[in-house]
């Protein structure tokens, strides 16, 4: 009984409470109601508001009633009689909001579940089972969302709060890489690496990934490119601390060995998802992480995506009718959209150009494909390798855009790669001595980098 006068309660605080009416009509919906006389009052109670930004009265319903050609006799007198039966409600405005947002969730999922149910049973021509994931999810998502933007003036205190809030980031184990993010990724990010074919993108995301786990952080790695069980071997090759052509050589007990003490020292959980090449984007991932949610109880800290070029845009079918500067944009944006929306960062990659993989210095205007690329990422570097590199057991990291931190400093330098064993170090300061643009090194707050150095390295076997 409770929920039947639920809408009448609504529809009273509607038309006599005009603080109610423009708090809860942006999310209130016709169909929530099951009487037709119930929808219809709705309907010309926000049809005036939002025309005539004001309450209408009863004789307003009234006429407004007896206008429409879509009633009944029958249902124009149920109507007029509930018009007349709204009278200003005594209830407390608070509880009333309450009461209406949790009604309108009730059967924001009612709606759902029969919608899903007709999908189902393949009575309806228009959706697929595909759909049923996001029908549900838009449904539980059903809430009185208030913040319509930052007020410069009256926010004044919420903005002074931002400016000394300790951000939540995921550091690296590499001190040059924490030196230019002060002090790691942030949450809303897309982090780009660019680098040409064979000079370690992907080593450097399992890497990172691998770092990442060791700080008891959830780690999603999705490729596009390799087998998951490829991408699994790398990172064995970095956290077992052995050479990658010797895995497989190694003695079941001594590998179970291995992982079980790695496991022992992290409570974070690693994933490696595979799709083909071409074939995924962003809602794909989006699915994915409902269902890792839904199956695994598995909510990621950090996404890694090998890698960008070769994952799919959801605004376009193919790239066959669109340029490449428009499809790769769209992608990235996809990409960034869905970090902003799961609160964490992402990390991906792209190739250079022909002209920028024989380059010893790359810049934005060597990304292949698409400078939309660069105009969407929050920071994107090039790796660059080169015989003399490779001889030392290095590569070069060149900042080439950067929103965590001033792109002059330190937008040059190496760190040191073993690439057997899929590993990124820090160098020694004399490597960096010949490279390091000169100039005076930023303010770097990131705290204990050599502890949380060895912290890291501690753990690989």
Known sequence: MAGERIPLTILKNLLHDEVYARKVLPFVQSEYFDERTDRVLFEEIGNYIRAYDGLPTKEVLHIESENRTDLTQEEFVLVKTLIDCLEPSETEREWTENITEKWCKERAIYLALMESIQIADGQDDKQGPDAIPDILKDALSVGFDQHVGHDYIDDFEERFA???????????????LNKITTGGVSNKTLNIALAGTGVGKSLFMCHVAASVLLQGKNVLYITCEMAEEKIAERIDANLLNVNIKEISELP?????????????????????????????????????????????????????????????????????????????????????????????????????TRSGFASSDPNLTDTSESFGLPATADLMFALVSSEELETLGQVMVKQLKNRYNDINMNKRFVVGIDRPKMRLYDCEQTAQDDILDKGDDEQYNYEQSETSKAKFSEFKF
């Open 252 to 352: 079941k007990s001594t590998f179970y060995k291995k992982v079980q003490n790695l496991s022992n020292k992290t409570t974070g959980k690693l994933i490696i998802k595979e799709y083909p090449t071409g074939s995924a984007h962003a809602g794909h991932f989006r699915s994915l992480l409902s269902e890792l949610h839904l199956k695994k109880s598995f909510k990621p800290d950090i996404i890694f995506i090998d890698y960008l070029n070769i994952c799919a845009s959801s605004r376009y079918r193919s790239a066959v009718n669109v340029n490449s500067y428009n499809y790769i944009k769209s992608i990235a944006e996809e990409l960034r959209g869905l970090a902003v929306e799961f609160d964490l960062p992402i990390f991906s990659a792209t190739q250079t």
């Open 162 to 176: 931002y400016y000394n809030r300790k951000e939540n980031k995921i550091p690296f184990d590499l001190e040059m």
